[in-house]
């Protein structure tokens, strides 16, 4: 009879579909450790807070260390906050980019496929190394 090849494997160390090596006794987090750091929000505080809108992290007038390079053109300066458009702050946060692909279902799709797509050419050239 063939044998499995958890079998063959030592204790606590199971050898998974793709050839990946899965603790058994390692102990998996269901929030990150900064939930351990955060004092417990009081009982009468509003449960959801208004979260402060994203700032620039260098001050206007700041010349952006960025290679130029066309020789006519001068190194790019950091503006105001305020000369940027709304939809740059947007980018990083979650929720305004739930929002965005709930509201085109298409675009929500394709970013789906294109994950897709991705995972399956790095198991694809996992395997051709083999």
Do not use: H
């Amino acid at each position: 009879m063939f044998k499995s090849s958890v079998a063959l494997m030592p204790k606590g160390i199971v050898l998974g579909r793709f050839q990946t090596l899965v603790a058994l006794n390692a102990r998996s987090f269901s929030s990150g450790i900064s939930a351990f750091n955060e004092a417990p929000a009081p009982a009468d505080a509003p449960a959801e807070q208004a979260q402060p809108q994203a700032v620039s992290y260098c001050k206007a007038g700041t010349p952006l260390n960025l290679k130029v390079y066309k020789k006519a053109s001068s190194e790019p300066i950091a503006k105001e906050d305020s000369e940027y458009p709304d939809w740059l702050w947007k980018l990083l946060d979650q929720k305004a980019q739930a929002e965005i692909l709930a509201s085109n279902p298409i675009k929500y799709k394709k970013k789906i496929i294109r994950k897709k797509n991705i995972e399956n050419i790095k198991q694809k050239n996992f395997f051709s190394k083999m």
